[in-house]
């Protein structure tokens, strides 16, 4: 199968690697060579330290970066399916979709990595929403099994079906989830992530303590802060606006601090600072 990543951060780039890991042929695109540069570095990091620790061969790893391939531009696309992974925006999204329905081959399902936005909504921009679903990897894609498989109101059972047999064969586990804000996944996550940080706001913890009730208290593996460092604060931001938008509920509502980390840049572990320094 040809599959085509939109997209070549540190999504994207997890996504292609497991494609490719898994037989298929990727084809990766993003805005500039110097994006899609950085993600095939990325991925050939990634795979040189499963070489190290015994979980891949030399071959093996030569023969996953071979099936990847470098796109700078989405253009006559032929490919059997086509995985937007860009940035958690919907204007984004919508244009990207316009794109790829002009571009790929009449054939092409066309899948978006979206955590938080309405399928229904970016599918209805292509001529094609019967073949439009949601593919929602979590983040590092390498190593988190989940993948939310996510219908909008038009998808075909046959693109479902499709899509959930993919990732299955990727060796993830496909949840069928049903296309309201935030699916489950960060309907659930990010409102505790978004309290954790108000419990900063107010005052009542230092981002230490919080993370660490929560790391000892409730068995996460990690705490709600250095979680959101890790995601990106200005995605976690996003994706409560489209919560918070999208329920008109007010216990969606963005902590302000939030918001003020994000306007002054401190995005977590990518910009080097955000509840903690890195």
Known sequence: MKIAVIGAGQMGAGIAQVAATSGHDVLLNDRSPEYIERGLAGIEKNLDRSVEKGRLTAADRNAVLGRISPAPAIESLDVDLAIEAATERLEIKLELFRLLDAQ??????????????SITE???VTARPERAIGMHFMN???????????RGIATSQETFEFTRDLAAQMGKTPVEVRDFPGFVSNRVLMPMINEAIYTVYEGVATPEAIDTVMKLG?????????LADFIGLDTC?????VLHDGFGDSKYRPCPLLRQY?????????????????
Do not use: D
């Open 218 to 226: 409730m068995n996460h593996p990690m705490g709600p802060l250095t």
């Open 122 to 124: 970016i599918a209805a």
């Open 104 to 117: 790929c081959s009449a054939n092409a399902r066309l899948a978006s990595n979206t955590s938080s936005i």
């Open 237 to 241: 931001l996003a994706i409560m606006e």
């Open 140 to 150: 590092p894609v390498p190593v988190m099994q989940l993948v939310e498989i996510i």
């Open 262 to 278: 994000v306007a002054a840049g401190w995005l977590g572990r990518k910009t080097g600072r955000g509840f903690y320094t890195y």
